[in-house]
């Protein structure tokens, strides 16, 4: 899908959309699928704020419109204590659609899981099992794919695989 604020058809190289996670208005009206392509590659502080807030609601974003997702993610940016982000996203012009006309000045709910902090990734299919455990000593997590491979990761702030050899292809999987 074209988008008419991405110069081409959205994509999943990061470096094809240089600082997309970090420009609210690309997060509002930008296609949710092209923008959730692009949540593990932040790494710079601005872009992992843009896709920390972007997580927060995520479920929901598919099925707005970029009027109703600016007022949204203006809300999760309030409530994640990202005030100066919450006003960037509250001042976005949607094409067709009002001026928002504010902005949060306090919302009240919880902070960010860690969970939506960052994202594992590597898998090439959806993932359709997730299991925790303990080996070693060390937390992990095990996540197998309609790709037909499981990998174990650490579960430190890193979200790394566990090492290189953990991508294993399920046998009868192509």
Do not use: K
Not at 32 to 53: H, I, N, Y
Not at 59 to 76: M, Y
Not at 93 to 100: D, F, N, S, T
């Amino acid at each position: 899908m074209t988008d008419a604020l991405w110069d081409e058809a959205p994509s999943a190289d990061p470096g094809a959309v240089p600082g997309g996670l970090a420009d609210p208005g690309r997060l509002v009206c930008a296609d949710p699928d092209s923008v959730f392509a692009l949540l593990g590659s932040a790494s710079e502080p601005e872009e992992q704020r843009g896709a920390t807030v972007y997580r927060a609601s995520f479920d929901v974003h598919r099925h707005l419109t970029a009027a109703e997702r600016r007022f949204v993610l203006a809300l999760d940016a309030a409530r994640l204590d990202e005030e100066d982000l919450a006003a960037r996203f509250a001042a976005v012009a949607v094409p067709g659609a009002e001026p928002l006309g504010w902005e949060p000045a306090w919302v009240r709910g919880s902070q960010a899981d860690s969970r939506l902090v960052w994202t594992l990734t590597g898998h090439q299919g959806q993932v359709t099992a997730v299991a925790t455990a303990v080996v070693d000593g060390r937390a992990v997590a095990v996540t197998g794919s309609r790709d037909g491979t499981v990998r174990i990761w650490d579960l430190p702030p890193e979200g790394r695989p566990a090492h290189p050899c953990t991508a294993a292809r399920t046998p009868g999987r192509r």
